[in-house]
T-cell receptor
């Protein structure tokens, strides 16, 4: 089954404790992206990657890191989480075909930082 | 001003009703437009793309007005299963495939 998976789905952590949220897709998509969703603000892009070893900042990159060592994986790293990073996080992927902008989203990771 | 603005709702409508949502965008260079659907606490999924000439998919009709910079979604004969949040999405005229999401309009269809 074609899908985007994220782990963990739920995470409660404390301020300053490094964490990683994994994202994996099995559709051979070149483009991957991380978003956070907060009430009233919609989905905001954190980082994106056009292909292996190619990453760039989105609209709200502060406090986050990413890496793209393999095509299928795009982990999101919070080196020192803070309460303002409490949010619902989505990973998404899409193919690089011209005119194809549909993004396939993972199921989401609900993060709480206390 | 937000780049993509939507009325958050909720829109409470009876089954069988016709309901319409509008969305406005601020960047006149925006190239592509979409409606995504998001069920409660689930991931967004593409509902339909929006073409300049307008397009229809079953009970759903999407229209684009570039002059006024707004997009609309019309749902006819609403079903209970249409209850969800509808996200207006705009692709900006940049090369990085960035999509800008509205914060969504919540629809609740009641029996």
């Amino acid at each position: 089954e074609a899908q985007v998976t994220q782990n963990p789905r739920y995470l409660i952590t404390v301020t300053g404790k490094k964490l990683t949220v994994t994202c994996s897709q099995n559709m051979n998509h070149e483009y991957m992206s991380w978003y956070r969703q907060d009430p009233g603000l919609g989905l905001r892009q954190i980082y994106y990657s056009m292909n292996v070893e190619v990453t760039d900042k989105g609209d709200v990159p502060e406090g986050y890191k990413v890496s793209r060592k393999e095509k299928r994986n795009f982990p999101l790293i919070l080196e020192s989480p803070s309460p303002n990073q409490t949010s619902l996080y989505f990973c998404a992927s899409s193919p690089r075909r011209t005119g194809s902008y549909e993004q396939y989203f993972g199921p989401g990771t609900r993060l709480t930082v206390t | 001003r937000k780049e993509v603005e939507q009325d958050p709702g909720p829109f409470n409508v009876p089954e069988g009703a016709t309901v319409a949502f509008n969305c406005t965008y601020s960047n006149s260079a925006s190239q592509s437009f979409f409606w995504y659907r998001q069920d409660c606490r689930k991931e967004p999924k593409l509902l339909m793309s929006v073409y300049s000439s307008g397009n229809e998919d079953g009970r759903f009709t999407a229209q684009l007005n570039r002059a006024s910079q707004y997009i609309s979604l019309l749902i006819r004969d609403s079903k209970l299963s249409d209850s969800a949040t509808y996200l207006c999405v705009v692709k900006q005229g940049t090369g990085r495939r960035a999509l800008t999401f509205g914060s969504g309009t919540r629809l609740q269809v009641q029996p």
